[in-house]
Structure formats: C-alpha cells, structure tokens
C-alpha cells in the first residue's frame, strides 16, 4: 500500500494548481490509470516520479513526503507568516458549529497550507 499522505499532498497541489489528473499524468509521463492509482494510495510513486512532482510544484521532496510543509522558495518570514494564518484560522475549524475530528482538522490545515503556498509564492 502507497502512502495516503503523500497521495492527499498531491491531490490538494494538483487542486490547487487547477490542473486535471491527466495533465499532471501527462507531465510525468504517466498513463491516467496509474495517476489515479496513485492519488488513490494504491501505487507507489518512484524516486524519479517523486522528484518530478517536487519540480512541478516547485515544492521540497520533503514537502511531498510530509517530513515539513515548506516550499523550496520560503523564507523565514514566509514560514512565520504561515504559522500565524494556521492559528489565526484555527478557531473557526468547524462545520455546520460543530467542531471539526482531529483527521478533518488536519486536513483542512493541508488544504490551507496548499492555498497559503499558492497564493504566497514568490521567486
């Protein structure tokens, strides 16, 4: 069985870049079955695949593999800047005034994460 994290981590950068499945397949050269495999957590993604999606969403290997959430770009200030947007928006994790699981939770804060990125990128 694949890693359904680093299988989530690409779904939310694919979203958030507004690209299809297969465009992203295409890109790494694979066939829709096996992108969808593997955003499925039912593949593994190869070394060389991984280090292709890192250069496509111009993120760390790292980043694509959980060990931290910070772009290759991101400065310090940029890290700080995530930090306080987490927990700015921590409180109002809820969802119809209940409160959120702990695994929602975390999956909301990836999702924003991604969108922080996304929005905050810079070269």
Request: no cysteine.
């Amino acid at each position: 069985m694949a890693d359904k994290k680093l299988a989530q981590r690409i779904i939310d950068l694919r979203e958030s870049a507004d690209m299809k499945q297969a465009e992203l397949g295409r890109r790494l050269g694979l066939d829709r079955s096996a992108m969808s495999k593997i955003e499925n957590g039912t593949r593994k993604v190869s070394s060389d695949e991984l280090a292709k999606l890192s250069e496509i969403f111009s993120v760390t290997t790292d980043y694509l593999l959980g060990k931290n959430s910070t772009p290759m770009w991101a400065n310090e200030k940029d890290t700080n800047d995530l930090e306080k947007f987490l927990n700015d928006n921590e409180g109002s994790m809820t969802y119809g005034g209940e409160d959120l699981t702990e695994e929602q939770k975390e999956q909301v804060r990836v999702a924003m994460t991604a969108i922080f990125w996304k929005r905050h990128k810079h070269d």
